[in-house]
């Protein structure tokens, strides 16, 4: 179902930046953080609602494009790869099934992490794989 996609984009944290867009091209700055004063993440951190629709999001448009980006190139020819804000793993376990003896690394922020290795959000890997936290800004 693309219902978390549909609810992602209509919601009042997504569509109202996009009649601040030319703000955006105008200055280089965020429209997201000139209509709430936070930028993207910090606003997840304390709107859990807002988050769990973001992660429902993200899900969904990976279970979208995981298979047909797995397929589509030959992992085969490096011996490991990361997933740089890769959320709960989807698209990067998508690979390593598809490529067993390549070895993974999904990084994100450690909260998105925490999920991750827990299995919430789908973690499902055919090949070795690590965590790495990282501070995106």
């Not at 601040?20 to 004063?37: D, F, Q």
């Amino acid at each position: 179902s693309l219902r978390p996609l549909f609810l992602y984009w209509g919601s009042d944290f997504y569509y109202p930046c996009f009649g601040k867009i030319l703000h955006s091209i105008e200055t280089g700055e965020s429209s997201r953080t000139l209509l709430s004063g936070t930028d993207g993440f910090e606003h997840h951190r304390s709107n859990p609602e807002h988050a769990r629709l973001f992660d429902d999001a993200m899900t969904t448009m990976s279970e979208l494009v995981a298979p047909a980006i797995a397929s589509a190139y030959d992992y085969g020819a490096w011996e490991s790869l990361m997933d740089v804000s890769g959320g709960n793993g989807i698209l990067l376990s998508q690979i390593l099934h598809a490529y067993p003896g390549l070895r993974g690394v999904l990084a994100d922020q450690e909260h998105v992490l925490t999920r991750a290795r827990a299995g919430i959000l789908g973690w499902r890997s055919g090949g070795t794989h690590l965590y790495g936290a990282l501070q995106f800004f």
